[in-house]
């Protein structure tokens, strides 16, 4: 079995902030971990994945992430928020069955 | 590559009614996923279906079903309408292969309403 928990619904930053979205997970094999971005009325679009090659995970517009499998987590992270960053991130995990399992997603507000 | 496309991607249907959403994956992939995403429940995995097999499948009733053709579109079905069958539904692709570190790719997703 598998789960994903992200700890905040909602997360408010200031432009040219940083950004932390927080992310625990569950998962009974070695996981696959993903991190999507939802803007408003639009598909996912994935951020960046963690496939067991290194702990710290870079992906598109400045967004990392770090697992780590002693806390069970895996944040994300921007040094720096931009206007264009609101939206709604979903941490995602994937077991061997390949079946996504979604967290309940986080908001981010950036204000100006 | 053009990516995932879903058609239609709005439909008003009423209660009782059935409906059909269809999914075109990128070209190559085998593997299409659908996901049912509302507001009260979140992002839930329905089923997956790989060359025209349905290899998993979500906690959901048998009023929703799916196929795959051979060229790997895909089409979702649901029956007998209910009012909290309305949500967005997402379609995602990857090709399929055997480990779960296949990135999926999503559509835009089609909005079902029903009244």
């Not at chain 1, 290194?54 to 697992?67: C, P, Q, Y």
């Not at chain 1, 928020?81 to 997603?105: I, K, N, P, W």
């Not at chain 2, 997956?48 to 979702?76: A, D, H, I, L, V």
């Amino acid at each position: 079995a598998q789960s994903v928990t992200q700890l905040d619904s909602h997360v408010s930053v200031s432009e040219g902030t940083p950004v932390l979205l927080r992310c625990n997970y569950s998962s009974s094999y070695s996981p696959s971990l993903f991190w999507y971005v939802q803007h408003p009325n639009k598909g996912l679009q994935l951020l960046l994945k963690y496939t067991s090659a290194a702990t710290l995970v870079k992906g598109i517009n400045g967004f990392e992430a770090e697992f780590k499998k002693s806390e069970t987590s895996f944040h994300l992270t921007k040094p720096s928020a931009h206007m264009s960053d609101a939206a709604e991130y979903f941490c995602v995990v994937s077991g061997s069955a390949r079946q996504l399992t979604f967290g309940s997603g986080t908001q981010l507000t950036v204000l100006p | 590559k053009a990516g995932v496309t879903q058609t239609p991607r709005y439909l008003i249907k009423t209660r009782g009614q059935q409906v059909t959403l269809s999914c075109s994956p990128i070209s190559g992939h085998r593997s299409v996923s659908w996901y049912q995403q509302t507001p009260g429940q979140g992002l839930q995995f329905l089923f997956e279906y790989f060359s025209e097999t349905q290899r998993n499948k979500g906690n959901f009733p048998g009023r929703f079903s799916g196929r795959q053709f051979s060229n790997s579109r895909s089409e979702m079905n649901v029956s007998t309408l209910e009012l909290g069958d309305s949500a967005l539904y997402l379609c995602a692709s990857s090709d399929g292969g055997g480990n779960s570190y296949n990135e999926q790719f999503f559509g835009p997703g089609t909005r079902l309403t029903v009244l």
